[in-house]
């Protein structure tokens, strides 16, 4: 049985992470707010992390990131999923953007940060099963496009985002 936020917004589905919702004309997915964060070594590598995508039944190349608890700062959300999903803490936050994934049919905004001054830090993460990292050279991220690798569209466009920030900083002398 469908209940109701108000008249015009009605809940069809509710599950864990997601609720459909009709607006009287037509539904859309509705979820928390979530931080993306692009971390830079000093040698401008990436740390991007492998994690199950249930949607597709196989891996998926990501950024680390997470739900927004409520709240939190997105800045403290963006430290806080970087120690828990890669085991390092940012000494510096950029905000670098919002990203609305699917505008049309689904509320989540990303907000993306670039972390540098990477230290180990770790925090217990909540997810069941292992994450794996790899490092990936920032100036040549889309070879993993090209390569079928990368195909989340919202890392992409962190990802290019982070690069376009840096892009001054490195002509200047330094990151």
Do not use: W
Not at 2 to 21: H, K, L, P, W
Not at 61 to 87: C, D, F, M, W, Y
Not at 146 to 152: M, Q, V
């Amino acid at each position: 049985m469908a209940s109701s936020d108000s008249e015009m917004n009605t809940i069809v589905y509710q599950g864990e992470y997601f609720s459909i919702r009709h607006d009287g004309d037509s539904e859309f997915v509705h979820t928390g707010d979530e931080v993306l964060v692009v971390p830079l070594t000093e040698a401008g590598e990436v740390i991007v992390i492998s994690e199950p995508a249930p949607a597709f039944g196989e891996h998926a190349l990501l950024v680390p990131g997470g739900e927004v608890e409520p709240a939190e700062p997105h800045i403290e959300t963006a430290n806080r999923e970087l120690q828990e999903e890669i085991g390092y803490k940012a000494g510096r936050l950029d905000f670098l953007g919002e990203l609305r994934p699917f505008s049309k049919y689904l509320t989540v905004r990303s907000f993306v940060y670039l972390a540098r001054d990477l230290a180990p830090s770790y925090l217990q993460g909540d997810e069941g099963y292992t994450i794996a990292t790899e490092r990936v050279v920032l100036a040549e991220f889309e070879r993993l496009i090209s390569a079928g690798r990368l195909r989340d569209a919202r890392v992409i466009a962190a990802l290019f985002m982070a690069r376009q920030f840096v892009a001054p900083i490195r002509s200047g002398g330094g990151l």
